[in-house]
């Protein structure tokens, strides 16, 4: 029978998000996997010039290994060859794909919890685009409904092939190449493992490179970590380790290791995007594109001759980095959740003397920012906070309300902007502090007007006092996330808090 995509994502609610497309466990069945997998392949037979095979990998949950089978299953009923690398990075299977001019597919929820997964897509020449979305949405694929059963599960789901390791080694040995086997040498680093799909792999590339590896914190059970919101506990247990055993820093990453979480020696974790901007002067890149929520230090520090705002995901900022190339100029990525990608290659010469050129990888990369600054660190005999300590002082931080029907977000959203209430509902929270100061009773109460408003990817409104609010209803989850951003850190939090607040009472 005949089965359009379409018709399959109404059905089971397993949608397109900005990382591929996810959905909770139990609607992701064999069924729903193997026509998005049949989806995919038959848009790249059509689209790109490629060998009929396909390389696929996944993340630790537990749902993995029955979904990477359906997608086996759909490998090989298309006639293709089905290459799998195991459980590695993202970026690692990415990379594989770009060096064979292969499709690729990630099984992977990143952060989200263990009841939910996703299925990344990368064809031949990098991530799929919008574009390319739309593409493999619009196709139909024939196949026996008999193979599944009343669940949508296989009735006979295969074997996983035999594990390609080629992909995990090219990836481990990126670094070494590029910055050289001593380049960390002297230094000590903290490794929180958890349940990362590339919690080992940091530890063999840090090693490779020369540093002290202590790891801790390894987890048999799925643990979400969220780079751009980091659990109260995480920061806790950064801050227990980093006072037991000395550390020049703490590396950690999101579910498949594509997002970096880097902490200084005393286990405070850095915004993924002021390690963006770090890790862009590390690596001397020109020319930056960002989403409209990182911190502006970007655009205050001066460092970059041009920088392009983006829409929250990858695919947008991918498409921001490609609308950068121009000549020769280095090209580079980065998200809130400090993801790196690097649109162009890089030339290096480190303290051997040897030029070296680290090629493209134009993806989210956690190793590659986090390595870079620490690199930066040792050459010039500094700690992670004195380069923290010469950006501009401005401070983002995020949260969000999780189990928020997007419908009820995107309604509200809608609301401010037709009646104008950006200014009213938060303009109390964002307004410039008084100077005058009372003798007696309390100091004025002054409200914040509204000087700058961008709707590029949610509401973000930026306040006469410099305090900036950015809402928006997340695209891979049933979450509503604030971004805040002001001159001082205890500002921050407690104007995202005010927020927060002010959000909650949208549930009802």
Known sequence: MSVAMQDVMKQSGVAFGTSGARGLVSAMTDRVCYVYARSFIKYCEASYKCEK???????????TGRILQALVKAGQDAGWKVTYCGRIPSPAIALYGLDKHLPTIMVTGSHI?????????????GEITKADEQGIVSQSVDFDESMFGADGMLVAAPELPAVEKEAEENYCKRY????GEKALQGLTIGVYQHSAVGRDIVVRVLESLGACVKPFGRSDVFVPVDTEAIRPEDEELAREFTHKDYVDAVFSTD???DRPLLADDVGMWLRGDVLGILASQALGIKRIATPVSCNTSLEKCNSFEKICRTRIGSPYVIAGMESLMEGDASVAGYEANGGFLLQTALKRTAYDGVERTLPALPTRDALLPMIAVMVMVREQKMCVVDLLRKLPKRFTVSDRLKE???EISKAKLAEIREQKLGEKLFGKFAAK???FKPKDGPAPIFHGKMVGLNEVDGYRMEFDSGDIVHLRPSGNA???RCYVETEGKERSAELLADCLKVMEGWRK
């Open 113 to 125: 919890p263990a009841d939910r997964n996703g299925i990344k897509f990368n064809h031949p020449n």
């Open 478 to 480: 049933p979450e509503f």
């Open 53 to 63: 095979e396909i390389a696929i990998a996944g993340d630790l949950r537990p749902s």
């Open 404 to 406: 928020f029907p997007t």
């Open 433 to 435: 502090p008084s100077k």
């Open 176 to 179: 070494p190449k590029f910055f």
């Open 255 to 257: 579910g498949d290791s």
